[in-house]
C-alpha cells in the first residue's frame, strides 16, 4: 500500500556533502516518523538519523553535527543533509517510514536503497 522512493546517492570525494531524498506515497493517513538507516558490507545496519512527527530527532553519534534530517509533510518526504562526508559514511543508505494507515493502525515501511559512497 506505501511505497518509499529514494534519490539523491552517490559518489563524492571525503568533506563533500550530499542530500538524500525519500518521498513516501500511497494510502497514508499520516506519517509519525521517519528515518535513514544505512548498512555497508560485513556490518550491521544501523539507524543514522529519525525525525518523528513532532519534529524530534535522532541522530546515531558518528554523525552528529554533521547530518541534518528534516521533513516536508505536505509531500510526505524526508530529507538528509550529509555533510563534511567521510569514508566511513560509505553505505547503502534506506529510508524508513512509520506510517499510520488509519487511526490506531501503523506499520514500517522500508524504501529500496540508496548507494553512497565516499572517496578519500
Known amino acids: 500500500q506505501v511505497q518509499l522512493v529514494e534519490s539523491g546517492g552517490g559518489l563524492v570525494q571525503a568533506g563533500g556533502s550530499l542530500r538524500l531524498s525519500c518521498a513516501a506515497s500511497?494510502?497514508?493517513?499520516?506519517?509519525?516518523?521517519m528515518g535513514w538507516y544505512r548498512q555497508a558490507p560485513g556490518k550491521q545496519r544501523e539507524l543514522v538519523a529519525a525525525?518523528?512527527?513532532?519534529?524530534?530527532?535522532n541522530y546515531t553519534d558518528s554523525v552528529k553535527g554533521r547530518f541534518t534530517i528534516s521533513r516536508d509533510n505536505a509531500k510526505n518526504t524526508v530529507y538528509l543533509q550529509m555533510n563534511s562526508l567521510k569514508p566511513e559514511d560509505t553505505a547503502v543508505y534506506y529510508c524508513?517510514?512509520?506510517?499510520?494507515?488509519?487511526?490506531?493502525?501503523?506499520?514500517?515501511?522500508w524504501g529500496q536503497g540508496t548507494q553512497v559512497t565516499v572517496s578519500s
Open positions: 500511497g494510502m497514508i493517513f499520516s506519517i509519525n516518523a
Open positions: 525525525i518523528t512527527n513532532a519534529g524530534r530527532t
Open positions: 524508513n517510514a512509520v506510517v499510520g494507515l488509519q487511526i490506531g493502525v501503523r506499520r514500517d515501511y
